[in-house]
């Protein structure tokens, strides 16, 4: 915990309001926490919202980010694994946590260690929409084209689905 205190502050005088801004940002931030994990970029916007100024929130989450309270590997991880479970594919998983501030040398190796993995996802997700019958006419195709990669998952996937190679 820092010691904010000004050279005037003495015992039985008010804290600085920098210190009770910060315990105010280190309250709401570990609400936010409590509910899902949050990248530091998703905090930062999140307490700016709420009126905290920038260079109160930097110390707060340096301090939350050295006690492992704020982690974007963490993040990444269970929002790969939430999406993912939702019939996701890789592409837009990519896209979301970059949103949410997750610099892609994080995000990459979460994806690629699914990588066998997203073919039966795409195949799950496909038969989950429309049935384990086969399109039967170019317009299908397109519709069902659109709809997995709309999902996220990569053209070339999706086209060796729609051929029929489930392998």
Known sequence: MR????????????????????????????RLLANREHSRQELVRKLRLKGHEQAA????????????????Q?????????????????????????????????????????????RERLAR???????PEPATDRKELARRARFLEYRGFPPDLVSRYLRGDRE
Do not use: H, M
């Not at 010691?3 to 309250?27: K, M, V, Y």
């Not at 930097?58 to 974007?72: G, I, Q, R, Y």
């Open 125 to 131: 997700v496909a038969d989950k929409k429309f049935g």
């Open 57 to 72: 929130i930097d110390p707060v989450l340096d301090e939350l980010t050295a006690s492992d309270l704020v982690s974007d």
């Open 74 to 118: 963490r993040t990444a991880e269970a929002y790969v694994t939430a999406r993912a479970r939702k019939g996701y594919g890789p592409r837009r998983l990519r896209q979301e946590l970059r949103e949410r501030g997750v610099e892609d040398d994080l995000i990459a190796p979460l994806l690629d260690r699914d990588a066998e993995d997203w």
């Open 3 to 30: 010691d904010d205190r000004s050279p005037g502050d003495g015992p039985g005088e008010e804290p600085s309001s920098f210190l009770l801004e910060e315990n105010a940002i280190r309250e709401r931030a570990l």
